[in-house]
C-alpha cells in the first residue's frame, strides 16, 4: 500500500458509527410501522378496516338513500344499477343500509374494547406493580369474574337492563375488562423487575411516575395486540346479540339486526342476508389480519 494515500479506514468507520447510532435512535414504533408496512395481509386488513371506518362516519355522506325510507314500489328488488345490492321487504335500500349498520357496529365494537382496555389496563397495573395483599385481593375478584363464560355474562346483563346496543356495549365493557387485567398484569410482573426500574426507584420516583412513564409504554405493544383481536370477537358479539333480538332494534339499521330480519327471505331475497353478513366477515378479518401483522411487528423475538 502506498503510504502517500490516505487511511480509509477512519472514514469507514466513522460511517458505521453514525449508521449504528442512526439505527440506536430510531423509535421503536417507526420499526413497528416499517416492518407493517412490508407485510402485505397486514396492509390489506388495515386499509380494509380504515376503508370500513370512513364509510361509517361518512354514512350520510356516501350513502346514496335513507336506510329507514320506505318505497313500495321497489319492494325486495333484486341487485341493479338503482339499488346496487338490492332492496328489503319495505323497499329500502340495503347498500345504505349496510353502510349505516356499519356505524352502529363499529360503534359499539370500538367504544367497549377502549373502555375495557382503559379499565383492565389500569386493574392490571396496580395489581402487577404494588402486588402482596393488593394483587391476590384483585385477582380474586377477577378470578370470580372470569368464572362467568362470557357469552353468557352478556345475555344476563342485557336481559337484566333491557336490550339495546348501549346495553351490549356496558356488557362487553364489563366482560371484557377482567381479560385485559389479567393480560396486563403478566406483563407488569416482568417489566417491574427490569433494571431501569429498580434504578427509577433508587433515585426516588413516585410510584405513579414508575408505572404511568417507564411501565406502561414497555407494555403498550403487547396490549394494543390484545385490543386488536378482542376487537373481532367484539363486533361478532355485538352482531350476535342484535340477531338475537337483544340488541339494536327496528328499525334500525345494524349488521346482526339485518341477518336477523333477512333470515325469513333467505330464500327469495337473498341479499337481505348475504350483504350483511358479508360486512361482518370482512370486518373481523381485516381485524384479525391486522392483528397478526401488529403482533409480528410489534413483538421484537419475531422480528427477522
Known amino acids: 500500500m502506498n503510504s502517500n494515500e490516505p487511511d480509509?479506514?477512519?472514514?469507514?468507520?466513522?460511517?458505521?458509527?453514525?449508521?449504528?447510532?442512526?439505527?440506536?435512535?430510531?423509535?421503536?414504533?417507526?420499526?413497528?410501522?416499517?416492518?407493517?408496512?412490508?407485510?402485505?395481509?397486514?396492509m390489506f386488513g388495515l386499509a380494509g378496516l380504515v376503508l370500513l371506518v370512513v364509510a361509517a362516519v361518512t354514512a350520510p355522506l356516501v350513502?346514496?338513500?335513507?336506510?329507514?325510507?320506505?318505497?313500495?314500489q321497489a319492494l325486495t328488488q333484486a341487485p341493479s344499477e338503482i339499488h346496487l345490492l338490492g332492496t328489503d321487504d319495505l323497499g329500502r335500500d340495503v347498500l345504505s343500509r349496510?353502510?349505516?349498520?356499519?356505524?352502529e357496529s363499529l360503534r359499539v365494537a370500538l367504544t367497549a374494547i377502549l373502555i375495557a382496555m382503559l379499565g383492565g389496563t389500569a386493574i392490571g397495573l396496580v395489581s402487577g406493580y404494588f402486588g402482596g395483599l393488593v394483587d391476590s385481593t384483585m385477582m380474586r375478584i377477577t378470578d370470580i369474574w372470569l368464572a362467568f363464560p362470557t357469552i353468557l355474562l352478556v345475555l344476563a346483563i342485557v336481559a337484566t337492563l333491557g336490550p339495546s346496543l348501549g346495553t351490549v356495549l356496558f356488557a362487553l365493557s364489563i366482560s371484557a375488562m377482567p381479560w385485559f387485567g389479567r393480560f396486563v398484569r403478566g406483563s407488569v410482573l416482568a417489566a417491574k423487575n427490569f433494571e431501569y426500574i429498580t434504578a427509577a426507584r433508587v433515585v426516588g420516583a413516585r410510584n405513579h411516575r414508575i408505572m404511568l412513564t417507564h411501565i406502561l409504554p414497555n407494555v403498550l405493544a403487547p396490549i394494543i395486540i390484545y385490543a386488536t383481536v378482542g376487537l373481532g370477537n367484539a363486533i361478532m358479539v355485538t352482531a350476535g346479540m342484535s340477531y338475537l333480538g337483544l340488541g339494536a332494534q327496528p328499525p334500525s339499521p345494524e349488521w346482526g339486526a339485518m341477518l336477523n330480519y333477512g333470515r325469513n327471505y333467505i330464500r327469495d331475497a337473498w341479499w337481505m342476508s348475504a350483504f350483511p353478513g358479508f360486512a361482518i366477515f370482512l370486518a373481523v378479518m381485516c381485524v384479525n389480519l391486522l392483528g397478526d401483522g401488529l403482533r409480528d411487528a410489534l413483538d421484537p423475538k419475531l422480528r427477522v
Do not use: H
Open 63 to 72: 350513502a346514496p338513500y335513507d336506510p329507514v325510507e320506505m318505497d313500495f
Open 98 to 103: 349496510v353502510i349505516w349498520g356499519g356505524r
Open 8 to 42: 480509509q479506514r477512519p472514514l469507514e468507520n466513522d460511517i458505521e458509527e453514525i449508521a449504528w447510532r442512526k439505527t440506536r435512535s430510531e423509535s421503536q414504533w417507526r420499526i413497528a410501522w416499517r416492518m407493517l408496512r412490508r407485510n402485505p395481509t397486514a
